[in-house]
C-alpha cells in the first residue's frame, strides 16, 4: 500500500460510544507520505483509538508528526505501528510531538515497531518531543522496538507527565528497544525530566532490555547537553521505581554514552524521583567534558551514575567531575559514582584538561533507620550500628569490586572533598570497599592537588566494630581492604569546615591497607575546634610516605589529634621543608604524632636539607 498526499493526513478517534476507532491499515509493506501527519485519540468513550499500522515493512515520510492521546474515556491512543519488517520515519523540520492524552486511562501515544528480528530507524531533521499526559493514568508517550532501534535529531526532550499518573499507572515518556539501541542527538541535546502532581510515577526513560549480544550507545554532539532531573511528583510509593524517575538503564553488553556536559539532578521534592545512568550487565563508558550529580530534596532523589560491569567515566574540561549532595528534610538525597558490588571489572574515572574533582557532602537533616542503601555493608551488618539514624545525603566515589583508579591525566588538576553538614553520613569520599575475591587496589595519580575538609555541622561518632566512624561527615579516601597508591602535588587534610559549630562530629583522613603515598610539595594536617575534627593518615599495613613537608597541628575539640600511623613498617622520606608536629591548644587528648604500632615492624624517618620541630600543646 502506497498512500501519498501533498497536504495533511489528520486521523482523530470518536468522540463517545466503543470502538470508534479510525485507521490506516494494512495488512502487508506500506508507504505513506504527507505534508504533516496528526493523529488524536477520542476525546470519550473506549477503544476510540487511531493509527496507522502496517504487517509487513512500513516507511512513513513527513514535514512533521504528531501523535496525541485522547481526552477522556479508555484505550483512546495514538500510534503508528509495525507488525512486522521493520519501520523508517522520516521527519523535516517540523519535528516529532508525542503527547500522553490529558485525561482518562490507557490514552497513550507512541510509534512502536513489534518485530523483535525488525528495526526501527527514525530520523528527524529538528526535534523530537516526547510528553506524558496532564492527567488520568497509564497515558504515556513512547517511542519503542522489539528489535534494533535508532533515533536520530537535533534535539530530543522527554518529560513526565504534569499531573494524574500514579505509581503503577504512570504517565511516563519513554525510548525504548529490546535490541541493540542508538541515539543521536545534536545542539539541541538530550533532555530528561521526571513529571509533577500529587501522585506518583510520571518517569522518563530511556531504556535497551536486550541480552549481553546487544549494546545502548546514546551520542550528544554539536555542544549540545545529556541532562536527567528527578520529578516533583509528591504521591506515596512503596517501590524505588515507582517514583517520577529520569533513568537510562542498560541491560546489554555495553552501554556508552558521550555528550558536551552530563547533569544528573534528583527531584526536587517527593520519593524516589531521582536521576539515574545506569548499566546493569555490561560495560558502562561514559565522557563529557564536565560531569555534575547534584542530590535532591525530596527522600531517596538521588543522583547515580552506576555499573554492574567495568566503569569508565572521562571528562575533558576543566570543570571535571562535581558530585553535590542533597538538602531537606529528609533522607538519601546522596550523589555517587559507583560501581557495584555483585559486578566485575574495575572502576576507573579519567580527568583531563587540568580538570578538577569537587565532592560535597549534603546538608540534609532528615534521619531514617535500618537502610542497608546508606550505610556501609560493616554497619548493615551490625545490628547497633544499623539502627542509628542516618540522613545518607553523601557525595562519593565508591567501588566494590576490582580495582578503584583516579587519574589526573593533565598536569594542574585539583581533588576536593568537604564533608557535610546537618544530618549525618553525608561524607564526600572515593571509598574503594570491595573485600575477599573482589578486593582490588585504590590508585590517585597524575599528582593533582588534594584538599580533604571535614564537615560543618552534623554527624554520629558511633563507633562499628572494625574501628571505623562511618556515620560521621567525614571527608575521606577510603580503601581499608586494598592497597593505596596516592601521587599528590599537595595534600592538605582539615578536620572540619571553616565556621564549623562547637558540636561537629567529622574528620579528614586516608586510609588504605598499605599506603604509597608520593607528593612533591606539602603534606599538612590540620585537626579543628569542634568536638570530634581529627586528621589522620593511617595504613593498616606497611606505609611509604614521601613529601617535601610535612605539618602536623592537633585542635582544641573534644576529640582532634593529627596522626600519620602505620600498623606495619613506617617509612617517611621528607624534603627540605622538614617536620613540624604541635600539640593541640586546648581540649584533650590532641595529640600531635607519627606513630609505627607494628612491634615486628621497623619506622625510618629520613628528612634531607629541612629541620624536625616537635611541640607539645598549650592546652
Known amino acids: 500500500q502506497i498512500i501519498s498526499a501533498s497536504g495533511i493526513i489528520t486521523l482523530i478517534g470518536g468522540a ?18 504527507a505534508s504533516n501527519i496528526t493523529l488524536t485519540g477520542g476525546t470519550g468513550g473506549t477503544n476510540n483509538m487511531v493509527g496507522i499500522s502496517s504487517g509487513g515493512a512500513e516507511t512513513v515520510s513527513a514535514s512533521s508528526i504528531t501523535l496525541t492521546g485522547g481526552t477522556g474515556g479508555t484505550n483512546n491512543s495514538a500510534q503508528i505501528n509495525n507488525g512486522s519488517g521493520g519501520q523508517s520515519l522520516t ?3 517540523g519535528g516529532i510531538q508525542i503527547i500522553g492524552g490529558a485525561g482518562g486511562s490507557n490514552n497513550g501515544a507512541g510509534i512502536q515497531e513489534n518485530d523483535r528480528s525488525g528495526t526501527q530507524t527514525i530520523t528527524v531533521a529538528s526535534g523530537i518531543a516526547l510528553t506524558g499526559g496532564a492527567g488520568g493514568t497509564s497515558n504515556w508517550a513512547q517511542i519503542g522496538s522489539g528489535g534494533t532501534q535508532t533515533v536520530s ?18 504517565n511516563g515518556a519513554s525510548i525504548v528497544t529490546s535490541g541493540n539501541q542508538r541515539i543521536d542527538a545534536g545542539s539541541g541535546g538530550l533532555a530528561m525530566t521526571g513529571g509533577g502532581g500529587t501522585l506518583a510515577g510520571n518517569y522518563t526513560e530511556i531504556y535497551q532490555l536486550g541480552g549481553a549480544s546487544t549494546t545502548q550507545t546514546i551520542v550528544v554532539s554539536d555542544g549540545g547537553a545529556l541532562t536527567l532531573q528527578g520529578g516533583s511528583s509528591t504521591g506515596a510509593v512503596t517501590a524505588t521505581n ?27 521534592a517527593g520519593a ?14 561514559v565522557s563529557a567534558s564536565s560531569i555534575t550529580l547534584t542530590g535532591g530534596s525530596g527522600t531517596n532523589t538521588y543522583a547515580q551514575i552506576l555499573s554492574y560491569g567495568d566503569q569508565q567515566i572521562s571528562t575533558s574540561g576543566l570543570a571535571g567531575i562535581t558530585l553535590q549532595g542533597g538538602t531537606g528534610a529528609s533522607y538519601a538525597n546522596y550523589a555517587i559514582i559507583n560501581h557495584a558490588s555483585v559486578g566485575s571489572g574495575n572502576q576507573t574515572i579519567n580527568i583531563n584538561g587540568g580538570g578538577s574533582v569537587t565532592l560535597v557532602g549534603g546538608s540534609g537533616t532528615g534521619m531514617t533507620t535500618n537502610n542497608a542503601n546508606l550505610v556501609s555493608a560493616v554497619c548493615a551488618a551490625e545490628p547497633r550500628c544499623f539502627a542509628q539514624p542516618v540522613t ?6 565508591e567501588n566494590h569490586v576490582g580495582n578503584q583508579v583516579l587519574n589526573f591525566q593533565t598536569a594542574g588538576g585539583v581533588l576536593s572533598l568537604t564533608g557535610g553538614s546537618g544530618g549525618n553520613k553525608s561524607d564526600a569520599s572515593i571509598s574503594n ?13 597524575g599528582f593533582p592537588s588534594i584538599t580533604l575538609t571535614g564537615g560543618a555541622s552534623g554527624g554520629n561518632n558511633y563507633q562499628s566494630t ?12 577510603f580503601s581499608p581492604y586494598g592497597a593505596q597508591t596516592i601521587q599528590a602535588n599537595s595534600l592538605t587534610l582539615n578536620g572540619m569546615s571553616p565556621g564549623a559549630a562547637a558540636a561537629t562530629i567529622s574528620n579528614a583522613s586516608v586510609v588504605g591497607l598499605s599506603q604509597d603515598i608520593a607528593v612533591t610539595n606539602a603534606i599538612t594536617l590540620n585537626s579543628g575546634t569542634s568536638a570530634n575534627s581529627n586528621t589522620a593518615i593511617y595504613s593498616l599495613g606497611n606505609q611509604s610516605i614521601a613529601a617535601g613537608s610535612l605539618s602536623l597541628a592537633a585542635g582544641s575539640g573534644t576529640y582532634a589529634p593529627a596522626l600519620v600511623q602505620a600498623n606495619g613498617t613506617q617509612s617517611l622520606t621528607i624534603g627540605s621543608g622538614g617536620i613540624q608536629v604541635l600539640g593541640g591548644a586546648g581540649g584533650a587528648n590532641n595529640t600531635a604524632s607519627i606513630n609505627q604500632n607494628d612491634p615486628s615492624g621497623t619506622q625510618t624517618i629520613a628528612v634531607s636539607g629541612g629541620d624536625v620541630s616537635v611541640l607539645g600543646g598549650s592546652g
Open 242 to 268: 515507582q517514583g517520577s524517575r529520569s533513568i537510562i538503564y542498560n541491560t546489554g553488553g555495553s552501554q556508552t554514552i558521550s555528550a558536551s556536559g552530563i547533569t544528573l539532578t534528583g527531584g526536587t
Open 433 to 445: 570497599q570491595g573485600t575477599g575475591s573482589a578486593a582490588g587496589t585504590q590508585s590517585i595519580t
Open 392 to 397: 545518607g545525603d553523601y557525595a562519593i566515589f
Open 272 to 285: 524516589s524521583n531521582y536521576a539515574l545512568i545506569y548499566s546493569n550487565v555490561g560495560t558502562q563508558n
Open 16 to 33: 463517545g460510544g466503543t470502538g470508534n476507532s479510525t485507521g490506516i491499515t494494512n495488512g502487508g509493506a506500506e508507504t505513506i507520505s
Open 91 to 93: 521527519v523535516g523540520s
Open 153 to 170: 535529531a537535533t534535539g530530543i526532550t522527554l518529560t513526565g507527565g504534569s499531573g494524574g499518573g500514579g505509581a503503577t499507572t504512570g
Open 466 to 477: 572494625d574501628g571505623f566512624y562511618y556515620l560521621r561527615n567525614t571527608a575521606s579516601i
